[in-house]
């Protein structure tokens, strides 16, 4: 199906808010997103991962890096520390994909 903005229809949580963090990382290069829905990182920097998104997108998490927020490539990131082993399955909502 032609998800329009969307880049996945679900995703996965550490909780149904989709507000606790899951996990967080160091970033293994330096990262520009196309658009303001990504969020750009340096080398070295923390990133913190809130969801994953699942299915047609699988390669794109959502999290921050200091006070901005958006997606990233998971295969940029080198996880340091786990918050939660829980794993929710969520639809998307067309909120997740617009710029703030």
């Not at 196309?34 to 997108?57: H, M, Q, T």
């Amino acid at each position: 199906p032609d998800l329009g903005r969307r880049f996945a229809e679900r995703k996965r949580c550490a909780d149904t808010e989709c507000s606790m963090l899951m996990c967080r990382g160091k970033a293994m290069q330096d990262f520009k997103g196309p658009d303001c829905r990504f969020v750009n990182f340096k080398k070295g920097e923390a990133v913190y991962v809130y969801y994953k998104l699942i299915g047609k997108s699988t390669e794109l998490w959502a999290g921050s890096v200091g006070s901005d927020f958006g997606y990233f490539p998971k295969d940029l990131l080198e996880i340091n520390h786990n918050y939660s082993n829980e794993e929710l399955e969520m639809p998307t909502e067309e909120t997740d994909f617009v710029c703030f």
